[in-house]
């Protein structure tokens, strides 16, 4: 009778081809976690910059008046203004690169149907 002290070559492979399968899976999932959190910080910052400039539009009513006399389709507030202000922080950073955002960005405000919507795109 022969005794078995080790493993059979194939029992070797099955083993490592399962650990290779279940490391590519955990990777795969923490790439899309990761992106996911960022897409996540990326819209919580837009909605950060557009509330701060409502904000600033309810301090600043002579934009309002302007959008609402039609003397312009539509307004700039550079980021720099509401960073002055206190609204904003001014070490803000776009999620997706890591880099600062350009204090000199605008937030657009105009009117639609009679509301006053700020919109703001890093891209």
């Known amino acids: 009778m022969k005794s078995k002290n080790g493993f059979t070559l194939v029992e070797l492979l099955v083993v490592l081809v399962l650990l290779l399968a279940l490391t590519t899976t955990a990777l795969l999932s923490m790439?899309?976690?990761?992106k996911n959190a960022t897409n996540k910080r990326y819209r919580e910052l837009i909605k950060e910059v557009e509330m701060a400039g409502d904000?600033?539009?309810s301090v600043?009513?002579?934009i309002s008046e302007r959008l609402i006399n039609s003397e312009s389709e539509s307004e700039c507030i550079k980021i720099y203004k509401l960073?002055?202000?206190g609204l904003l922080r001014s070490d803000l950073k776009n999620p997706s690169t890591g880099q600062r955002i350009p204090a000199n960005l605008c937030i657009d405000v105009s009117i639609n149907d009679g509301v006053l919507e700020s919109h703001f795109d890093l891209e």
Do not use: A, G
């Open 55 to 57: 904000i600033y539009l």
């Open 60 to 62: 600043h009513p002579e």
């Open 31 to 34: 790439s899309r976690i990761q």
């Open 83 to 85: 960073i002055d202000e």
